[in-house]
């Protein structure tokens, strides 16, 4: 083989295959390494499956709770290996489609531990590599924190978590990111007994305040047991004890806390992309990392997307509430139980909330039903510097969700 590439890249993640496909489009020579499998955290151990698992719980869920829509099916059953087995199958069938994107595009891939010599000289196997250059995305880690590091029985991370064989009778998660939010709800769906720790003073708390508030509610309604201001103070014989005296016997503990890039120290000379840049740990933020390094297209960073799965969805961009000043900004928020659509689907909790000045959106904040996709028509707006009152002139169809961005854009 020649060693000899335009382009090597470490870790087949969305950030590392994405800048593969888009350099290799540009006629670029591109080596990418992976030690474990293509497609990263992302695919593997991340978005895909949880999601793949969290839609599993929402059928069972709904299923069980099928009366309300005229539906009523007696002796549901839940086979969790077959829950299992379908997010196999999906993370598959994606896995098998990014090998062929990189295999079409001619990346050449090998499978092994790399390691940056120089600015230009990669390691694998003994193997030396001469690249132009070098791109690192290989990634993060579940954060470990001290007095709760994963045995990998009782003491889980979000990676464990994705091995269960069968479910739990209960679990305590600690953290209530987007994973362990994610986690809580899906356990919670399908029975298992839930708890949630969280050390600061409301859920979700990277989420604008008002959002928080609402999670809680929501956890409360759907009866998910949580903490705030609480963390675990000892652990003894499987015996957990909190912050607040209270004492918990859960059978297994979801640590959720985080993740830390994979990196000792960067290299001058070498271009850090995706989770391991440090910044925000989002697939689509690595994906948009790789498109700007290779393709130059720069992106709002401070306009990425943030989700969070389960139902009802949630999802906010730019500025939160308590980012701004009292009095500098107008504030539009919907019920979701003014909309039509919701009452349709059985999904009326939620609100679509709409921060501006000076008429031009500065955030906007969604707990609702498929607000993984309405978030994006608002980030366009924003990102495009579409005012208000242009976006009054545009026709939302009906009945949707939509329509509550409408609505709030007259409030
Ligand atoms: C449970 C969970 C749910 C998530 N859900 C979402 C979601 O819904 N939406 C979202 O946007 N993000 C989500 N994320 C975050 C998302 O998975 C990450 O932001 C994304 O995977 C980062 O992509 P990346 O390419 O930077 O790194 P990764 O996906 O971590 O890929 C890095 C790759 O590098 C490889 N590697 C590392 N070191 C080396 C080496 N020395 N040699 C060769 N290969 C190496 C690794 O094996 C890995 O395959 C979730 C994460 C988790 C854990």
Redesign the pocket.
């Known amino acids: 083989m020649d060693n000899k590439f335009d382009i090597g890249i470490?870790?087949?993640?969305?950030?590392?295959y994405t800048a593969a496909l888009h350099a290799s489009v540009q006629g670029k020579s591109v080596v990418l390494?992976?030690?474990?499998?293509i497609?990263?955290?992302?695919l593997n151990?991340?978005?895909i499956p949880?999601?793949s698992i969290l839609h599993s719980s929402e059928i069972y869920k709904q299923t069980l709770n099928g009366d309300k829509f005229g539906i009523t099916a007696n002796n549901v059953t839940l086979d969790y290996s077959k829950v299992i087995e379908r997010k196999n199958k999906t993370v598959e069938t994606l896995h098998k489609g990014i090998e062929l994107a990189l295999k079409n595009a001619k990346v050449t891939i090998i499978h092994?531990?790399?390691?940056i010599q120089d600015k230009n000289t990669i390691f694998c196997d003994n193997v030396s590599f001469n690249c132009t250059k070098i791109i690192c995305?290989?990634?993060?880690s579940?954060k470990i924190i001290k007095g709760l590091e994963f045995d990998h029985k009782f003491i889980l991370s979000?990676d464990d978590i994705l091995n269960l064989e069968k479910l739990p009778k209960s679990i305590l998660i600690v953290g209530s990111g987007?994973?362990g939010t994610?986690w809580g709800r899906i356990f919670n769906n399908f029975g298992v007994k839930t708890t949630v720790v969280e050390l600061a003073p409301h859920l979700l708390p990277i989420a604008d305040t008002e959002v928080s508030k609402r999670l809680e509610r929501i956890f409360k309604s759907e009866k998910i047991n949580f903490y705030t201001g609480t963390y675990i103070t000892n652990i003894q014989n499987k015996k957990i004890s909190l912050s607040n005296s209270i004492e918990t016997e859960p059978e297994i503990v979801l640590v959720a806390v985080g993740?830390t890039p994979?990196i000792k120290e960067q290299i001058d000379g070498i271009s850090y992309?995706?989770?391991?840049s440090g910044e925000i740990?989002?697939?689509?933020?690595?994906i948009k990392q790789a498109i700007e390094f290779i393709d130059g297209t720069e992106f709002r960073k401070d306009l990425t997307p943030s989700?969070v799965?389960g139902s009802p969805e949630i999802a906010w961009v730019g500025k939160r509430e308590q980012d701004l000043e009292e009095g500098s900004y107008k504030k539009s928020t919907v019920l979701i139980s003014s909309l039509g659509k919701a009452h349709c689907d059985g999904n009326t909790d939620g609100f679509i909330k709409i921060l501006s000045q000076n008429n031009k959106i500065i955030g906007a904040h969604i707990v609702c039903t498929e607000a993984s996709s309405l978030i994006q028509q608002l980030t366009i707006a924003i990102q495009n510097d579409i005012s208000t009152d242009k976006l009054k002139e545009t026709c939302f169809p009906h009945p949707t969700y939509s329509e509550g961005i409408f609505e709030a854009l007259f409030k």
């Open positions: 470490i870790g087949a993640g969305p950030a590392g390494f992976e030690k474990d499998k497609g990263g955290v992302c151990k991340g978005c949880t999601k092994g531990e790399a390691k995305a290989t990634g993060s579940p979000s987007a994973i994610e993740r994979n992309i995706g989770d391991v740990q989002l697939a689509h933020y690595g989700v799965y």
